[in-house]
Every structure is written in C-alpha cells, then in structure tokens.
C-alpha cells in the first residue's frame, strides 16, 4: 500500500508558476506509474499529466501541454507537477496518483488504485 501526500498548492496570479508534488511512503516508489489529476469546481476530476515508472515516458493533457512539466525523483520517492503561465482555468484540487507498473503510462482514473488527499491550486486573473 503506497500513501500520496501533495504539497505546493496555494493562490498566485495568472501568469505565475508553481511547482506541486508529492511524497509517497510505503510500496517500491519507481515500480509506480504516476499521475496528476485536477478537480475544478463543479466539474469532474480529470486527467493532467502522467509518468513512466523511469520518467522516459510523459503525456499531458492537451491544455497544460507546452506550459507543464512532470517529472519524478525515484531517490526522494516524489513526483513534481510544474505549470508555467496559470490561467484562472488551472483553478482546481489538484492530486496525486499511482499504479503499480512498468509498463506504459496511463490517463484513465480507474487506473489508479491510490490517490493522495489533494492540494488546491487558485489562480486569480
């Protein structure tokens, strides 16, 4: 069992960075896929961005491709959301989640058997 702790989040203005991540304890960290995905209010959670289990592989959700980098540190058992240039449409919670694999990286949200709590990101134009 592998538990998600996201940190990071917090009220900055359009235009500005920020670089979320999250911790995880328990599990072999870089036998994980990772994800991030994103809950705006009243809209359901969606797909963000997510990461093989090595970092060779990434893919992104077409409105934060360009402006966003994931990235993982197997050493430090984290994994980093950067977003360049936020829009007031970035506004959301904001979690973490992992599959145990070492293949492929996934987008579905029933891939993922285990999430953190969330951190929230607000973006004031």
């Known amino acids: 069992q592998v538990q998600l702790v996201e940190s990071g989040g917090g009220l900055v203005q359009a235009g500005a960075s920020l670089r979320l991540s999250c911790a995880a304890s328990?599990?072999?960290?870089?036998?994980?896929?990772l994800g991030w995905f994103r809950q705006a209010p009243g809209k359901e959670r969606a797909f963000v961005a997510a990461i093989s289990w090595d970092g060779a592989r990434t893919y992104y959700e077409d409105s934060v491709k360009g402006r966003s980098t994931i990235s993982r540190d197997n050493a430090k058992n984290t994994v980093y959301l950067q977003i360049d240039n936020l829009k007031p449409e970035d506004t959301a919670v904001y979690y973490c989640?992992?599959?145990?694999?070492?293949?492929?990286?996934?987008?579905?949200?029933?891939?993922?058997?285990?999430w953190g709590q969330g951190t929230q990101v607000t973006v004031s134009s």
């Open positions: 989640a992992a599959h145990f694999s070492r293949m492929g990286v996934f987008r579905a949200q029933a891939d993922y058997p285990y």
């Open positions: 328990g599990g072999t960290f870089s036998s994980y896929v």
